[in-house]
Each structure stands twice: as structure tokens, then as C-alpha cells.
């Protein structure tokens, strides 16, 4: 999934990594961190971090690697997903080497 950090700006802080989901689906899950979705109430946000009450942008990854709301920027990814993002997402295999999108 891609990761952004909406707390301080429009466009902040983001990663591409593996989440897991409760089993509800109601609750994300990354490295310690939980989001729930804000329903509709969030403002370019649309999970918040449980714990800190932050707004985060959480989405499934695009082929085009145009994750963010304001479209491409270079995002690191992480290593236990890496191959698979270049591979099954983007389709470029050649560049499953890459540490950012």
C-alpha cells in the first residue's frame, strides 16, 4: 500500500510497504501503527492514525506509480515488498532493484 503522512501539509512524508487488515477490515495495520478510515471526514486524508489521532493517505499502489493525490513523486519502498511492486504492480522486473518508486 502506499503510506502518506497528511498531519503537517498536503503532500508529506510517504512509503510503499505491506499492511495487514483486521478481521474486520476496518483497521490498517503498519510497522506498529494502526489507521482506521475516516469515513468520508478526513480533508486530502482519508485514514487517521489511532494512536495520534494524525491524518494519513493510504491507497493500493498504481501501475503508473502515480500514488499520491498530486500525482508522481519518488517514494521509498520497502524491502520486503520491493520485487513485487516492481514486478506485479508496475511491470517492470528489470527495476526490482530500485528502493524508490
Given at each position: 500500500?502506499?503510506?502518506?503522512?497528511?498531519?503537517?501539509?498536503?503532500?508529506?512524508?510517504?512509503?510503499?510497504?505491506?499492511?495487514?487488515?483486521?478481521?474486520?477490515?476496518?483497521t490498517?495495520?503498519?510497522?506498529?501503527?494502526?489507521?482506521?478510515?475516516?469515513?468520508?471526514?478526513?480533508i486530502?486524508?482519508?485514514?487517521?492514525?489511532?494512536?495520534?489521532?494524525?491524518?494519513?493517505?493510504?491507497?493500493?499502489?498504481?501501475?503508473?506509480?502515480?500514488?499520491?493525490?498530486?500525482?508522481?513523486?519518488?517514494?521509498?519502498?520497502?524491502?520486503n515488498?520491493?520485487?513485487?511492486?516492481?514486478?506485479?504492480?508496475?511491470?517492470?522486473?528489470?527495476?526490482?532493484?530500485?528502493?524508490?518508486?
Amino acid at each position: 500500500m502506499y503510506i502518506e503522512d497528511k498531519s503537517d501539509q498536503l503532500v508529506g512524508p510517504a512509503r510503499i510497504g505491506l499492511v495487514t487488515f483486521s478481521k474486520t477490515g476496518r483497521t490498517i495495520y503498519y510497522q506498529g501503527k494502526s489507521f482506521r478510515n475516516l469515513s468520508g471526514n478526513g480533508i486530502k486524508a482519508n485514514y487517521f492514525g489511532v494512536d495520534t489521532g494524525d491524518h494519513y493517505w493510504i491507497s493500493g499502489p498504481k501501475r503508473n506509480g502515480e500514488d499520491g493525490l498530486y500525482g508522481y513523486r519518488p517514494t521509498p519502498i520497502d524491502e520486503n515488498v520491493r520485487q513485487e511492486y516492481w514486478t506485479l504492480i508496475r511491470r517492470q522486473p528489470e527495476k526490482r532493484n530500485r528502493k524508490t518508486s
